[in-house]
T-cell receptor
Framework: GENVEQHPSTLSVQEGDSAVIKCTYSDSASNYFPWYKQELGKRPQLIID???NVGEKKDQRIAVTLNKTAKHFSLHITETQPEDSAVYFC??????????????WGAGTKLIIKP | SAVISQKPSRDICQRGTSLTIQCQVDSQVTMMFWYRQQPGQSLTLIAT?????????ESGFVIDKFPISRPNLTFSTLTVSNMSPEDSSIYLC????????????FGPGTRLTVT
């Protein structure tokens, strides 16, 4: 079945620098790609998503890019701040008929912002 | 997005007993999902609970162990039956809402410890 590979598993960046997390997938028919942020002890929160008819989407300091040909999508965080420290999960919605509307999840990236 | 609550927020249970987790949403939603998240791990879907039909379980999860109820469009329960220490985990409910069936929003989770 479909799976999502997420890299890196841990990312440590200096405060103010940019962070990039990448996910690759195999099902070319996937059409929805969300990113979730999970702070320690909290619930996963949807922070940004992109659909397959769009190549890039921005929301203030975060952006997501999608390369359907290469089958990868990335989360970009600019001007990182201490509150960006969290685990980030990518996910996708497969379009196969038996998907039952479930999301397929990446393994997560622990982002550490160094002061 | 919907406001989602879960009860209990945490519990410590003896092996062999059962715990029922409640998920309440402040608006009507068609699709609800139950996930398990082990510490430091990604999200694993247990089942999809749609009102008016039987829950659909993912591979590795069975109804006898994780019975689910969905009596109306704002409420669902997940029971963890005959618990063992391996069931210690965080259990999260989520709802599909928004521009399509894909966008999922999570409850705060229930931290279960089985001794």
């Amino acid at each position: 079945g479909e799976n999502v590979e997420q890299h890196p598993s841990t990312l440590s960046v200096q405060e103010g620098d940019s962070a990039v997390i990448k996910c690759t997938y195999s099902d070319s028919a996937s059409n929805y790609f969300p990113w979730y942020k999970q702070e320690l002890g909290k619930r996963p929160q949807l922070i940004i998503d992109i659909r397959s008819n769009v190549g890039e989407k921005k929301d203030q300091r975060i952006a997501v890019t999608l390369n359907k040909t290469a089958k990868h999508f990335s989360l970009h965080i600019t001007e990182t701040q201490p509150e960006d420290s969290a685990v980030y999960f990518c996910a996708l919605f497969p379009t196969r008929m038996d998907s039952n509307y479930q999301l397929i999840w990446g393994a997560g990236t622990k982002l550490i912002i160094k002061p | 997005s919907a406001v989602i609550s879960q009860k209990p927020s945490r519990d410590i249970c003896q092996r062999g007993t059962s715990l029922t987790i409640q998920c309440q949403v402040d608006s009507q939603v068609t699709m609800m999902f139950w996930y398990r998240q082990q510490p430091g791990q990604s999200l694993t879907l247990i089942a999809t609970a749609n009102q008016g039909s039987e829950a659909t379980y993912e591979s590795g999860f069975v109804i006898d162990k994780f019975p689910i109820s969905r009596p109306n469009l704002t409420f669902s329960t997940l029971t963890v039956s005959n618990m063992s220490p391996e069931d210690s985990s965080i259990y999260l409910c989520s709802v599909a809402q928004g521009r399509g069936p894909y966008e999922q929003y999570f409850g705060p989770g229930t931290r279960l410890t089985v001794t």
